[in-house]
């Protein structure tokens, strides 16, 4: 379990941008760097999606919705990841959540995941 700690949130115009952050201040450095980091998104009444993921080394994955707009990074060694969103569109707009999930020494994605609290995103047209 990592504690994850969300911000940068808030409200834009369809078209704009926001930066979401990620931080898991309480975890040590090669803890974080057992996991993969990624973005998930629920809108009322919908099923909750993968945005987007990124492994240690920066390999990444979005759905298809998002790619071209958006882009995921993260910062090892001072434990953070990023969502930079780009041309947002009301549909966007969810509650955004951090996902930590654990692999083994091979990588291999493992069942232990942890969450944020997370982020509204409000994107107006």
């Known amino acids: 379990q990592v504690w994850l700690v969300e911000s940068g949130g808030g409200l834009a115009q369809a078209g704009g941008s926001l930066r979401l952050s990620c931080a898991a201040p309480?975890?040590?450095?090669?803890?974080?760097?057992?996991?993969?980091m990624g973005w998930y998104r629920q809108a009322p009444g919908k099923q909750r999606e993968l945005v987007a993921d990124?492994?240690?080394?920066?390999?990444?994955n979005y759905v298809d919705s998002v790619k071209g707009r958006f882009t995921i990074s993260r910062d090892n060694a001072h434990k953070k990841i990023y969502l930079q969103m780009s041309s947002l569109k009301p549909e966007d707009t969810a509650i955004y959540y951090c996902?930590?999930?654990?692999?083994?020494?091979?990588?291999?994605?493992?069942?232990?995941?942890?969450w944020g609290q997370g982020i509204q995103v409000t994107v107006s047209s």
């Open positions: 996902n930590a999930r654990k692999v083994d020494y091979t990588g291999r994605r493992l069942d232990d995941d942890s």
């Open positions: 309480r975890a040590i450095t090669s803890v974080f760097n057992s996991h993969v």
């Open positions: 990124i492994d240690r080394i920066g390999s990444t």
